[in-house]
DNA sequence: ACCTGAACACCGTTCAAGT
DNA sequence: ACCTGAACACCGTTCAAGT
């Protein structure tokens, strides 16, 4: 086969719909939403903000482009071997951990919910909800209310991050808000005050698996 | 008491803290996120956009001030005759329709986690769970499971409603959306495809409880 | 003390003009 | 077909100047 001319064959730097959207990850992954900009992103392809209009019709879809790219990615293929218990904390981890990541992806993920990915998600996680036995009635239900734990608590999870400064020291955040908690006042938040020594060795993956079994318990429960 | 004279009293349009509260939220409601704009805001205030900024110190407080001043009017106090579990679901459903009416309430809840709001949530919230008996150990788990799918439920509910065109047909929306579902190729899709006729009389307020209780029945099961 | 409104440094998006 | 970059209509925020 013959060597492409230099000419022909795509550039490195030539301006693409993909080589836009993994600039806008990059961006999106180091400066925040704050930092994917027009301007930003057409600096970095050292091209006018115009020409990325070219490529893709407006900001939305560049957000919507880039999240599918990153969801792509992530999460390993479902292990036939493994039990719908299994099969559901996998899908849960890997977007807690893609959230953790890309904390971008969480605004993105809820913003158009019944979209594409979503929906893949909801049918995931239904076809293990039905592999566990539960009754038909049940089962849309039971799965909503996991994909919205999932969805919710890895969102929570993504702004704590961005409160905190990246590379912040993680135990001692956790020491100065629990010791904050202690001071409250027994009497207006006495469940705070009681629960701010737990805060101490929290883990955020822990805690968030534990919500997951929390509700495959329940879901247990209603179909024995 | 003498009346006061028309110079000292504060006259129905002098600018205030308050005042501007309360067009945010009014501004907020009609608009939606993206119609607060401190130069609409002045317009409706008759002032310049500067004025706000004497009283505000800028559009985060502003829209933190706005969440407060919806969340103190929300929510009737605590029954001391009802159950832990009718309690929560009290304030599940005092959110659920606070953010129903208010959907931009949703952003603003789980934009600043351990905020003044959210923490009285959770320890309203976690006082029921203790009241439920669930140890000590577990009260932490269940009580951010419950708070973190109450907040991502309401908050689903809140862009599915914004998705929609205002005064748009619930029921054909719905028709339309159960007929997709039932059209989606069910090898690639089959919980979708089985769950399709489910669709068509979903009642997301039903649907909510539904997890709520869901939940309760995992904490229960842990602590019986 | 409080308000005014022009001005600054940004946005997303468009579009005539180029190649 | 694809790119350029000035221009438009917006933002949040600041600040000298007024009352």
Redo the contacts between chains.
Sequence with gaps: MAIRTRTTAPRGDALSRQRIVEAAVELLDAEGEAGLTFRALSARLKTGPGAIYWHVANKDELLLAATDAVLATTGAGPDPRASPEETIRGVALGLFDAIDEHPWLAVQL?????QSMT??L??????Q??ALGVP?AA???????LL??I???A??NA??AR?QRPGADRTAILER?SATWEGLDAT?????H??AG??RDHDDRA?FL??VD?????????AP
Excluded: K
Excluded at 122 to 127: E, H, K, P
Excluded at 139 to 145: C, H, I, L, P, Y
Excluded at 214 to 222: F, N, T
């Design positions: 809820s913003r158009s919910p019944w929906l893949r909801f049918d995931r996680v239904g076809q909800v039905q038909a089962r849309f239900t039971s799965a909503s209310a919205i734990y969805l919710g608590a969102r929570q702004a704590n409160t808000e207006e938040y006495p469940f705070l009681d629960v737990q805060l805690q534990a919500g929390l509700i495959l318990a329940g879901i247990r429960a209603v």
